[in-house]
């Protein structure tokens, strides 16, 4: 089983910032991938970005979806098990909650949630 928790959201107005931590704990396979989904009233839950485990400490490769692609950075620090999004030019469409996500062969794992609301 493997825990994770999340934080950093909040309200920003729109042209701001935020940055969301996840850290997972709990029985964790050494290759494995962290990310990051999003969930809108009334709609799906859509992925924002994903990093593998990759090298030792700062982790692999990265996917963003279109929507974010130049204003959002994902990065981790293997050593404390944590994937980070670095989240700029935050628009009002962007809000929503936020899901952090850690995917190894053991399964597949959510965090609460942490609600990001853009808004002037």
């Known amino acids: 089983q493997v825990r994770l928790v999340e934080s950093g959201g909040g309200l920003v107005h729109p042209g701001g910032s935020l940055r969301l931590s996840c850290a997972a704990s709990?029985?964790?396979?050494?290759?494995?991938?962290m990310g990051w989904y999003r969930q809108a009233p009334g709609k799906q839950r859509d992925l924002v970005a994903s990093i593998t485990s990759g090298y030792i400490t700062s982790g692999g490769s990265t996917n963003y979806a279109d929507s974010v692609k130049g204003r959002f950075t994902i990065s981790r620090d293997n050593a404390k098990n944590t994937v980070y999004l670095q989240m700029n030019s935050l628009r009002p469409e962007d809000t929503a909650v936020y899901y952090c996500?850690?995917?190894?062969?053991?399964?597949?794992?959510w965090g609460q949630g942490t609600q990001v609301t853009v808004s002037s």
């Open positions: 709990g029985s964790i396979f050494s290759r494995n991938v």
């Open positions: 996500n850690f995917h190894d062969p053991g399964g597949d794992f």
